[in-house]
């Protein structure tokens, strides 16, 4: 039986968690998320100083570990929250993988590691050339379709599908598959 459970963390949440703690614009925060996003402090090469132009008008300088701390922590928050919805659900035991999806999350480096670390599941994280073409609210659904499809076992199921007999419904399903993730 396949389950599957989908949570919504968006990479928003962490650049407010960045704007709100350091007092900097959403455009700055963006960026500094961008730059060095880290899901894990212990990953840290070198703990550079980052100048910062705060919201009212003050330089400041932080530690890249700082910045680092926040998004830590908030990714912390999210496989917490996941871990506690799937225990209390009870289908825990019965996941085999984790897969990220979503550019706000993909863009931290380690942050599959992290998911592996709290969850105690393996973590994968959603690749693919074709996602940025992908309308944003689709992207989640085209990750798990190719994943899905990525499996030996539907490979083999739809290697028994009579393509001949059936050659107009199958270009129909592929017609409406297009619309969904193109339109």
């Known amino acids: ?3 599957q459970t ?3 963390f968006g990479g928003d949440t962490i650049r407010k968690d960045i704007e709100l703690v350091l007092g900097i614009s959403s455009e700055e925060a963006d960026k500094l998320k961008r730059q060095y996003g880290l899901a894990l ?8 100083e980052i100048y910062l132009s705060t919201c009212n008008g003050e330089n400041k300088t932080i530690k890249s570990s700082e910045l680092i701390e ?3 922590a908030r990714i912390e928050e999210m496989f917490s929250l996941i871990n506690k919805d799937i225990t209390s659900q009870g289908i825990k035991q019965r996941i085999n993988n984790v897969i990220l999806t979503g550019q706000g ?3 931290i480096n380690k942050s599959d590691v992290a998911g592996k ?3 105690n599941i393996p973590v994968k994280i959603s690749t693919g050339r074709l996602v940025s073409t992908i309308k944003p609210s689709f992207r989640t659904s085209y990750a798990l379709v190719r994943y899905v499809s990525s499996k030996p076992f539907s490979k083999s199921v739809a290697s028994t599908i009579d393509v001949t007999s059936s050659n107009n ?3 129909n399903i592929l017609e409406k598959i297009k619309e969904f993730f193109y339109s």
């Open 1 to 3: 039986m396949y389950t």
């Open 6 to 8: 989908q949570f919504h």
């Open 41 to 48: 402090k212990s990953f840290i090469d070198n703990d550079h």
């Open 70 to 72: 926040i998004i830590e």
């Open 105 to 107: 999350i993909t863009n």
């Open 117 to 119: 670390i709290a969850l």
């Open 169 to 171: 419904l199958v270009k």
